[in-house]
T-cell receptor, first 111, second 112 residues
Framework: GQQLNQSPQSMFIQEGEDVSMNCTSS?????WLWYKQEPGEGPVLLIA?????ELTSNGRLTAQFGITRKDSFLNISASIPSDVGIYFC???????????FGKGTRLHILP | DGGITQSPKYLFRKEGQNVTLSCEQN?????MYWYRQDPGQGLRLIYY???????QKGDIAEGYSVSREKKESFPLTVTSAQKNPTAFYLC???????????FGQGTRLTVV
């Protein structure tokens, strides 16, 4: 089936640093979504992107829908301890009803 | 409050028994989804439904069944045919096929 390649798989950063993660695919997407999941909980939507080239911010988070419609990135600025968790990208494929997920980026923040 | 509710949060079953996981939403969403998550893994689509009385298989439908008799409800049955049923199960809904999905809190199923 179609795949989303999310990287990096995990990150260890110092508090206050900026973070960048991305998702790529060989398929074209209509929608890109970024979620955060904490242990034992369901993913929570952070940012939704609907148009190629769209750049959207939500507080310290910024995400972009790639021009080719095959990729997206998420940046977190000035990381804080509560940013710890797993970040998932998800995309809705062009001409398909399904939303598929990347394998996640696990963010660890060192004191 | 509007939202999507999964119950129970933890479920234990003996091997060979069927078990049904509940998912209810009061968001008036047309589309509903079931995903499975294994430790350290992403979410894999089991079944999805875009409208009442209609549903489609996802990537890992074998050993699972669903129904969509009401717009607000999309229960998932894990049958004895599912070889490795222990996992975290997540239900989601979206307004339609082109909008973002919102998740429930998940059900952790353990089969012993």
């Amino acid at each position: 089936g179609q795949q989303l390649n999310q990287s990096p798989q995990s990150m260890f950063i110092q508090e206050g640093e900026d973070v960048s993660m991305n998702c790529t695919s060989s398929s074209i997407f209509n929608t890109w979504l970024w979620y955060k999941q904490e242990p034992g909980e369901g993913p929570v939507l952070l940012i939704a992107l609907y148009k190629a080239g769209e750049l959207t911010s939500n507080g310290r988070l910024t995400a972009q829908f790639g021009i080719t419609r095959k990729d997206s990135f998420l940046n977190i600025s000035a990381s804080i301890p509560s940013d710890v968790g797993i970040y998932f990208c998800a995309g809705q494929l062009y001409r398909d009803d399904k939303i598929i997920f990347g394998k996640g980026t696990r963010l660890h923040i060192l004191p | 409050d509007g939202g999507i509710t999964q119950s129970p949060k933890y479920l234990f079953r003996k091997e060979g028994q069927n078990v049904t996981l509940s998912c209810e939403q009061n968001l008036n969403h047309d589309a509903m989804y079931w995903y499975r998550q294994d430790p350290g893994q992403g979410l894999r689509l089991i079944y999805y439904s875009q409208i009442v009385n209609d549903f489609q298989k996802g990537d890992i439908a074998e050993g699972y069944s669903v129904s969509r008799e009401k717009k607000e409800s999309f229960p998932l049955t894990v049958t004895s045919a599912q070889k490795n049923p222990t996992a975290f199960y997540l239900c989601a809904s979206s307004m339609d096929r082109n909008t973002e999905a919102f998740f429930g809190q998940g059900t952790r199923l353990t089969v012993v």
